[in-house]
């Protein structure tokens, strides 16, 4: 419901009000002492960072319509850091003779100066109907000057209302189709490293450090495929680049299917991070520019997707258990072929570049 009407709101105050509460909760679980206060805390964080991350991406969207694509590659890029340096803290911690409480501090003393900071700047990020109002107005009259001289300018319209937006968007089948291929990008991420670790523990007898370790060579593939991202796309454009890298990272997976012995697999699950990075990141770029003036209803649609969320873990862990874990690798294939599917089907619109 708030991504819903975020358009109509102010999304630095969104920002601001989720970062204090993400804050306010890893700080509480820092100092939980059961499990119904874990699991409180639990949610309240999940809640805060959606809707922090949720108004945070839809500012960045709306403030630079015409470069969607290499907004969110950048989006990645910094998410996928952040993955490398969350274990990374919480193995420091542990070194320093702390715990995962001291980590949780931590990170919630880094949201706090974060949010100190996003008040006390002077810039606000694009909010909802009343920036774009003006922004609006401000275009119109660029194009308007520069009429008699024959030039063309690309106005960005004031967001629609959150329901006649959503009725729109619900007659959007590309907008559904991209989404979906966003949502099946869960298949490369946490899930594939679980995967990988166990066989690497199971089928390769390696240490439970060292199959953990697995999980870092993913995301250090994941940094440098989402750093790459951005060049690419600048240089080919995101059809050219969507198809190449789900066809490469298809390729990869059956190298991971197939390796024998922990250093070829650690490779090629490096492989699988370095393809797949740029999916979800263009995949929800050609959706927001589906629905170009309303990137909150495209973010409370995204919510219809979490059903794969929530069924993907235990239908591969079924297919593990009866299959084996090498069938519950080659059936995440089926994410690089929806991408690839989409980006060769569905061509750009007038509304998208690349």
Avoid at 110 to 127: D, E, I
Avoid at 217 to 245: K, P
Avoid at 267 to 272: N, S, Y
Wanted: net charge positive; hydrophobic share 55%.
């Amino acid at each position: 419901m708030i991504a819903l009407r975020s358009d109509a709101l102010d999304r630095r105050k969104l920002v601001l009000g989720g970062q204090c509460a993400l804050a306010a909760a890893l700080l509480g679980l820092s100092w939980a002492r059961s499990p119904w206060a874990v699991a409180l805390g639990l949610a309240l964080a999940g809640t805060a960072s959606g809707v922090t991350c949720g108004a945070a991406q839809a500012s960045l969207v709306a403030s630079d319509p015409g470069r969607t694509e290499r907004v969110l590659a950048r989006w990645s890029l910094f998410g996928a850091i952040g993955d490398v340096l969350t274990p990374l803290l919480t193995a420091s911690a542990l070194a320093l003779g702390r715990s995962y409480r001291a980590a949780l501090g931590a990170v919630a003393l880094v949201v706090a100066a974060q949010c100190a900071a996003l008040a006390c700047s002077g810039r606000r990020p694009a909010t909802g109907r009343g920036d774009d109002a003006a922004a609006e107005v401000r275009a119109t009259g660029a194009q308007e000057g520069a009429g008699h001289e024959g030039a063309t300018h690309d106005v960005r319209k004031a967001p629609e209302p959150p329901r006649q937006a959503l009725r729109r968007a619900v007659r959007l089948p590309r907008l559904w189709a991209w989404l979906f291929a966003a949502a099946s990008c869960t298949l490369l991420d946490e899930i594939v490293v679980a995967l990988a670790a166990l066989r690497l523990r199971g089928d390769e007898g390696v240490a439970e450090a060292l199959s953990s370790a697995a999980g870092t060579t993913f995301c250090l593939g994941s940094v440098a495929g989402a750093a790459c991202t951005d060049v690419a796309v600048r240089h080919w454009g995101a059809r050219r680049v969507l198809v190449a890298s789900g066809v490469a990272c298809a390729l990869a997976l059956t190298l991971l299917c197939a390796a024998r012995g922990a250093g070829w697999q650690c490779a090629a699950l490096l492989a699988v991070g370095l393809t797949c990075a740029p999916h979800h990141a263009l995949a929800m770029a050609r959706a927001y520019d589906e629905l170009p003036d309303n990137p909150g209803v495209v973010q409370a649609i995204t919510q219809a997707f979490v059903l794969i969320d929530v069924a993907a873990p235990p239908a591969l862990g079924w297919i593990a258990d009866r299959l084996g874990l090498r069938a519950a690798i080659g059936a995440l294939l089926l994410q690089p072929l929806v991408v690839v599917a989409c980006a060769w089907r569905l061509r750009p619109s007038p509304r998208t570049r690349g």
